[in-house]
C-alpha cells in the first residue's frame, strides 16, 4: 500500500485517539469534590475491566474447554491474591494444556 | 525503583499485547501493508480495537471523516479512564507529563494504575507503559513478517493473558469490600447481556463497554458512596 493513501489515513486515527486520551487527562488538574463523581470514578475501572473481561474471555483460546480452565485458574489464583503476572502465566499455562490434550487425545 | 515497580507491573500486559498484535500485524500483512506500515500504525495509535477498525476502513478506501469517527466512538472509553485516572495522579505528573503519559493510556495500563494504592508518580507510570508499547509493536512486527510460523496453539494461549491478569486485578478488591464486588459481577452481567440478548448485541464493543462503566458506576456511587476524605488512600 503506498504511504501517500495510508498515511493520511493513519495520521487521522492516531490525532483523534489520542485526543481522547489526552485532554481528559491533562485539562482535569484540580481534585473533583462531588461525592458522588468521585465515588462513580472510584468504581469505573472495575465495571471497565469486568465489562471487558466477560464473556470476552470465553473465546479467547479458540476453545470453550480450555478458557473455561484458564478462566477457572485465574479465579482461584486471584482469589489467593498472588501477582498479576503469576495469574496470567497460569491462566495461559492452563489453556495451552488443555489445547495440547484435546489434539493429543 | 517506582520504575521498576511499574515495569514489573507492565509485563503480563507487554505479553497480552505481544499475542493481540500479532494478530493484528498478521491481518495488515495481508491487507496489503508492509511491515513498517503495520509497525507504524501499532506505534501511533496503541489501540487494539481503533486499530482493527481503522485497518478495515482504509482498505476498503472509506471517507476520512468516517474514520475518524469510528475511531472517536470506539476509543471514547479512553476518556472516561483518562478522566478518573486525573484524580489519582501525584505532583510529579506535571501537564508535560500526563500529554506523554497519554499516549499510552490504555485499557489495562489504566487499570493497572488505576488498582495501584493511593496517588501513581510518574516514574511508576512510564515503567508501566514500558513494557506494553514495546510489546505492541514487537508482536505487530513479528506477526506482520512470520504470522503463520507460530503454533496456533501457543497464539491462543497467550491470548487469554490479558483477560487473566484483568481478573487478578478484580477480584482480590472484590473479596474485601461488597461494593465492589456488587460493581464486578453487575457487569459481567450487563456486559454478557449485550452480548448474547438479540438487538442489544448490535451494540458495538466500544460502547458496550461505556454503557457498562457509566451505568453500573453511576448506580454503585449511588448506593455505595465512598467515605468522604482527604487522604484518598483507598480510592482506586
Redesign the interface.
Known sequence: ?S?SY?L???????V???L???????A??R??NS???????????????????????LY????LP??CA??A???A???M?????????????A??AV??LA?LL | MKFAKGFKDGIPIGLGYLSVSFTFGMMAARSGLTIAQAVFISMTNVTSAGQLAGLNLIVAGAPMLEVALTQFIINLRYALMSLSLSQKLDGSMTTLHRMLFAFCNTDEVFAVAAGQKGQVGKSYLYGLITAPYFGWALGTCLGAAAGTLLPDILRDALGVAIYAMFIAIVVPPSKHNGAVRLAVLLSAALSCAMYYLPGLNQISSGFAIIICAVVVSALCAKLFPIPDSNEEEDAA
Request: glycine share 2%; charged share 10%; proline share 5%.
Open positions: 500500500m504511504w495510508f493520511p489515513y493513519v495520521l487521522v486515527m492516531a483523534v485517539t489520542y481522547i486520551r489526552m485532554l481528559p487527562l491533562a482535569f488538574r481534585r473533583i461525592r458522588f463523581i468521585r465515588s462513580f470514578f472510584y468504581y469505573v475501572p472495575y465495571a471497565v475491566l469486568s465489562a471487558m473481561t466477560f464473556p470476552a474471555i479467547a483460546t479458540g476453545s480450555s478458557a484458564a478462566l485458574i485465574a479465579l489464583l486471584a482469589w491474591e498472588k501477582s498479576l503476572l503469576t495469574v496470567a502465566i497460569a491462566a495461559s499455562a489453556a495451552f489445547q495440547l489434539t
